[in-house]
């Protein structure tokens, strides 16, 4: 039987684009562990998507992963099964334009195939407290000479 693992994710950028920072908050039992990181010239959805990267990493053996996010982008592009859509066309969107943070998609379906991933949407800057303790790590890890 895959651990069950939950992940709480959020990307946060000090100018769109700017700097920005990324964190993850995941749980398995009794066991937590978070994890930050920064870039000094990105933008908020490659920082969201760098989170879920960051946090799928983290995992050592395939495990059934809850991601929750307060980004559509993120969420809505699997769950609305978005990929397979800009797979199928040649990684363009339905403008016929290139799909934006292909690098990052390209890593994270990597990452997905490892793992049984489930997307859960939350509601940002509300009451849940992991994702509002995500957005403040993630804030606190936008490179310091930036702020």
């Known amino acids: 039987m895959m651990k069950r693992i939950n992940i709480y994710t959020d990307g946060a950028c000090s100018g769109n684009p700017g700097p920005g920072g990324f964190a993850a908050v995941l749980q398995y039992g009794e066991h937590e562990k978070e994890i930050s990181g920064g870039e000094a010239a990105t933008t908020n959805q490659r920082m969201e998507l760098q989170a879920a990267i960051a946090a799928l990493e983290q995992l050592k053996e395939p495990c059934h992963a809850l991601v929750h996010s307060d980004s559509a982008y993120l969420v809505n592009a699997f769950r609305q099964r978005w990929l ?5 066309n040649g990684w363009q969107n339905s403008q016929k334009r290139p799909v934006e943070n292909r690098d990052l998609w390209e890593r994270l379906l990597s990452l997905t195939a490892k793992h049984q991933v489930e997307w859960v ?27």
């Open 121 to 147: 949407k939350v509601t940002g800057h509300a009451d849940n407290e992991l994702n509002n303790r995500c957005d403040r790590l993630a804030k606190a890890a936008i490179p310091r000479w930036e702020r």
């Open 84 to 88: 397979d859509k800009w797979q199928q």
